[in-house]
Structure formats: structure tokens, C-alpha cells
């Protein structure tokens, strides 16, 4: 059964409800996870392969890659107020995936019950926003040269090949759509970088120079691997036990917030 780090410590009856409510379901590259403006209960949870998130733009201006959905990550709505929503953005696989179908009614519940999921939850959504933002500001900051080669390094995070890089399944129009430049630039970029031994390829996947991993990529670890050398530490309480309960009577009598 496929454990997601958020409900490793959910009781195990509540994981098997999950899952049997669950729906597994594989895509091929390209494939169509779901369609931007179409309406769906589903949150999608990647047990493999990468997804690409893609915003359609004017006609002559072609589509946006805004973001990527790797491994234990999710394309959620932007709010759980309801248990159905309308996607603004169109999903699609980037390598061959395999993705559950999660009803967001049964996500709510688990959120309601766990505050650990839902904060684990809210992280995975700050973590990902942050990532958007850092690729704006390169975009609109860097290089044609840096821009590529720091995309080509996310790329070996989200898409890792089995003798390093990525899988060289991920093309250069992808490339080119996430970082705001054209195909031509892009090809243009790699095969320089090529020439001057900064990437190679293999049968498996394209590698990259070491150099590049020198960049502001750490958000995208996981969240066990960013917090693992933090140790766990029992604060002592913030507040006297009966603190709160002096200062609401004191506003209950005033009207006031008992603040001098």
C-alpha cells in the first residue's frame, strides 16, 4: 500500500479508508492529468514520475510551464473550503506517472481530525509558492546562460535519471516553457554548455556540471530532509495556565482588551 509521509502517522484504519477510496491511475508522457477550467472532487497525489503544471496563454504566445509536481507531491485547490473545485491551470505529465485520486471530502476529514496533516499540507503549499517566486525573479534577473543552468539543476531534483542529471525524457520545449525563453535560446544555451563539457548526456539522462548545484534550490528537498537536523525540543509553556483565563474576565468586565 502506497504510505505518503503526511499520514505515515495517521492510525492505520484511517490510511486503508484513504486508500480504498482512493483512485489509482497511470499517464503516459504528455498525457492530460486534468484539463484547465474543468471542475473535479480529486486532489492528485504523484506516486511516481513528475507532472508539469501549465498555464495556457494567448495564441501566439504559447504555454507556461509554472510548476512541476514531483513525487509525494500534490495539485490541490487553493482552498479546501468546499469539496469540489475548478482548475485553473492544466495538468499534465511530464514523464510517465503514476497518480491517486484523493476525494477532497475525505482529505478535509483527515485535516479536520490530524492538525499535522493539515499543517503538513500547508507547508508543502509555502514550499512550493516559494519555488514559484524564486523562478520569477530568475527569470526576470538572470542570464539566458544562468537562467538554463539553474533549471537544468532543479530538473535533476524533480526528475532525477538513474546514473545522475535528469531523464532526458524532459525536452527542451519544456525547458524553454519554464523558463520564459524560446526553444532556439534554450538549444542554443545547452549546446554551448555542451561544448564547454558543462553538460553531457548519456543512454539514461542528461548530467550537469557540479557547479551548478551551487544555487538557491534547497526548498525543494523534502520536508524530512530540510528539517532532519533539527532535534526535537519541548518548550516550556509561553503563558501562566490561568494567564488567558484572568485576561478574557478582565475584558469581559471592561469591554476593553485589559491592555494598559
Not at 479546501?80 to 506517472?97: C, H, I, K, N, W
Not at 491517486?100 to 508543502?124: D, F, S
Request: aromatic letters at 6%; a neutral charge; glycine letters at 8%.
Amino acid at each position: 500500500m502506497y504510505l505518503h509521509p503526511l499520514i505515515a502517522k495517521v492510525p492505520p484504519a484511517e490510511r486503508a479508508a484513504l486508500v480504498q477510496c482512493s483512485e489509482l491511475r497511470s499517464y503516459r508522457r504528455n498525457d492530460v492529468v486534468l484539463n484547465a477550467d474543468e471542475w473535479t472532487d480529486r486532489i492528485y497525489c504523484v506516486a511516481s514520475g513528475l507532472l508539469r503544471v501549465v498555464a495556457h496563454g494567448r495564441e501566439d504566445g504559447g504555454d507556461v510551464t509554472t510548476d512541476f509536481i514531483r513525487q509525494d507531491d500534490f495539485f490541490l485547490s487553493p482552498s479546501f473550503a468546499e469539496d469540489r473545485y475548478q482548475a485553473m491551470q492544466t495538468l499534465v505529465a511530464a514523464l510517465p506517472s503514476s497518480v491517486y485520486l484523493v476525494p477532497v471530502a475525505a482529505v478535509r476529514k483527515l485535516c479536520g481530525q490530524y492538525p499535522e496533516v493539515a499543517i503538513g499540507l500547508l507547508g508543502l503549499a509555502m514550499k512550493r509558492m516559494s519555488v514559484i517566486r524564486g523562478q520569477l525573479r530568475r527569470i526576470s534577473a538572470l542570464s539566458s546562460e544562468d537562467l538554463v543552468s539553474r533549471v537544468l539543476h532543479q530538473l535533476t531534483q524533480l526528475a532525477p535519471a538513474v546514473t545522475g542529471g535528469y531523464d532526458k525524457r524532459i525536452t527542451q520545449s519544456v525547458i524553454a516553457s519554464y523558463s520564459g525563453l524560446s526553444r532556439e535560446v534554450v538549444n542554443k544555451t545547452i549546446r554551448d554548455l555542451e561544448s564547454r563539457g558543462l553538460v553531457r548526456r548519456d543512454e539514461h539522462g542528461v548530467h550537469v556540471d557540479a557547479d551548478f548545484a551551487a544555487t538557491d534550490f534547497g526548498g525543494l528537498l523534502p520536508v524530512e530532509e530540510n528539517l532532519s537536523h533539527i532535534e526535537p525540543h519541548q518548550g516550556n509553556p509561553m503563558f501562566a495556565p490561568d494567564m488567558l483565563d484572568g485576561s478574557r474576565g478582565s475584558a469581559d468586565r471592561t469591554g476593553k482588551s485589559g491592555r494598559p
